[in-house]
């Protein structure tokens, strides 16, 4: 199955604009085939909105397995999406016969899901309700890539090595049609003498490698596959499986923690690890079976910075959850936009007691701005592995006004709907007083960094002028921003619309819905 990157509008590539302001008026937002809820679900997560004008702002992705409190006994396990007050406005059930690990989820492109679970992975197209099953099973990760438009995902396998038998996995891809194409064995990075001393167990077997998250980098052709049994991440080439470096515990990276002190450890037992620029990445630090110390028990997120010349690696920032957010297994941290990282504490032990999941949106000062907690005081909990914060569309920065007395121009910064590993392509027009002005193709950067638009401004008479930009992704979904300015280069006001994307009640276009008394509708009109 081809997953586009390319859009195209109509034959002209012209998009016209038709906004219609119904004042007092109220939208219902609704969906199709039932699997939207029209009314928030009664539920035992708890947000706060700390600092909710610091927040990112978008919906929450992410797979829950809901248990009883005391017993950790396995009720249910879905697929959700919420907003940022915790109500769900997207939900699925998947199968619960096995650990939570086992069911990665994540967008691959503006319409469809990725997600796998017991009997196979499969694909989930949000707006057509269409799941296509992708016929192999895996654990912890299933990664697309773009470029061959096949899947990487891990599989276990018990080994015996001197009449002792020990765990390793395979990195296993797969075409759409559920063809093994190729297969890497992590014991070609690792060995028996380099096990946890604490001896992790696996189906009674010593669980040696453990891999748990990959990251496919389509410019360098390699793979970056962490292992959490070893403490270490590795670079590889993926054409060839053969080892580029690796950092950590039994790396070949000079370690530097967050103080400049180096170490021989930097993190114990991580997951979720992301690359987020060309030298920098994140993971979750669960600190569990710490080799140094014991008994220290602080799960942490973590960026860290590379310089491959020198061979040096730094834990550049960090963020240390309170004692009763140690999480002891799963785990994640990401990046927004705005700087800010989205940490999931998802399974949280306190004083020997396991407790529901804590997830935190923190600043780069380790403030936090908004939280998602599992409370106590019911007999029920849930656990969440990782966890994504999206978009239903591409939006953009408040526009800044540059040069305003001479050469004058407007710039704004352009994201995609979420953290995206490739580049995704799709247009933006640019209107001056409900003219089209300015249209072009936009390649979106990846890992959410932003892209600058600028757009000169002619000689205009005194008076106020009205500016928009809208930008569409792969799927034909929209933003909307507009600036008013006068004549002599002011802006006066911005007309910042709230637009909330409802699926399955267009053919590939998202219909926005305004949260106030104004309804925006955006439609193409071919010529």
Not at 281 to 286: A, E, G, H, Q, S
Not at 344 to 359: M, Q
Request: proline share 2%.
């Amino acid at each position: 199955m081809s997953i586009t990157r390319e859009f195209q509008m109509s034959k002209s590539g012209k998009l016209m604009l038709l906004v219609l302001i119904l004042s007092l008026m109220t939208i219902q937002i609704t969906g199709t085939n039932g699997y939207f809820a029209t009314s928030p679900e009664v539920q035992i997560l708890d947000a706060q909105n700390i600092v909710a004008t610091e927040r990112f702002e978008g919906y929450n992705l992410y797979a829950r397995e809901l248990m009883t409190y005391d017993t950790s006994i396995l009720i249910d396990r879905k697929i959700v999406i919420t907003d940022m007050e915790g109500n769900i406005y997207a939900e699925r059930e998947i199968s619960h016969d096995n650990s939570i690990s086992d069911c990665p989820v994540e967008f691959i492109n503006s319409t469809t899901l990725v997600y796998g679970e017991t009997g196979g992975t499969k694909l989930w197209n949000l707006e057509t309700n269409v799941t296509v099953n992708l016929n192999f099973e895996g654990h912890h990760e299933v990664e697309y890539d773009y470029l061959s438009e096949t899947y990487y995902t891990f599989n276990r396998y018990i080994t015996e090595i001197d009449e002792e038998f020990y765990g390793f996995d395979y990195v296993s891809e797969y075409n759409s049609s559920g063809d093994l194409l190729s297969s890497i064995d992590t014991i070609n990075y690792s060995n028996i003498t380099e096990i946890c001393p604490f001896e992790d167990l696996f189906n009674s077997s010593i669980d040696v490698f453990h891999a748990n998250s990959l990251v496919f980098d389509e410019e360098e052709d390699a793979i970056y596959l962490n292992s959490r049994g070893l403490n270490t991440f590795y670079k590889i080439d993926r054409q060839t499986g053969d080892l580029i470096w690796a950092l950590g515990r039994y790396g070949n990276f000079t370690l530097f923690d967050y103080y400049g002190n180096q170490r021989d450890f930097l993190w114990f037992h991580s997951h979720s690890l992301e690359k987020v620029d060309d030298d920098k990445f994140l993971l979750f630090d669960n600190d569990t079976h710490n080799q140094t110390d014991a008994t220290n028990q602080e799960s942490r997120l973590v960026e860290l910075t590379i310089d491959e010349d020198k061979m040096q690696a730094n834990v550049t920032w960090q963020w240390i959850g309170p004692e009763d957010y140690w999480s002891a297994i799963w785990g994640d941290c990401d990046l927004l936009p705005n700087g800010n990282k989205l940490g999931v504490f998802g399974y949280t032990l306190y004083k020997g007691k396991t407790e529901g999941a804590k997830i935190v949106e923190v600043n780069t000062d380790g403030e936090i701005l908004w939280s998602l907690t599992s409370p106590k005081e019911q007999n029920l909990k849930y656990g969440i592995y990782a966890m994504d914060r999206v978009r239903f569309a591409p939006f953009t920065s408040e526009s800044r006004l540059v040069n305003p007395k001479s050469n004058a121009y407007f710039e704004w910064d352009i994201w995609y709907n979420f953290r995206s590993k490739t580049n995704f392509t799709g247009e933006y027009f640019i209107y001056l007083d409900d003219q089209l002005v300015e249209s072009d193709t936009i390649i979106f950067p990846k890992y959410w960094h932003p892209k600058t638009i600028r757009y000169i401004l002619p000689e205009v008479v005194d008076g106020k002028h009205k500016i928009s930009i809208v930008v569409a992704d792969e799927g034909g979904h929209l933003s909307l921003d507009s600036d008013f300015y006068d004549g002599e280069g002011t802006t006066t006001f911005r007309l910042k619309l709230k637009l909330e994307l409802v699926f399955g009640l267009s053919l590939g276009i998202g219909v926005p819905v305004i949260s106030a008394s104004v309804f925006v509708w955006l439609k193409f009109f071919k010529k």
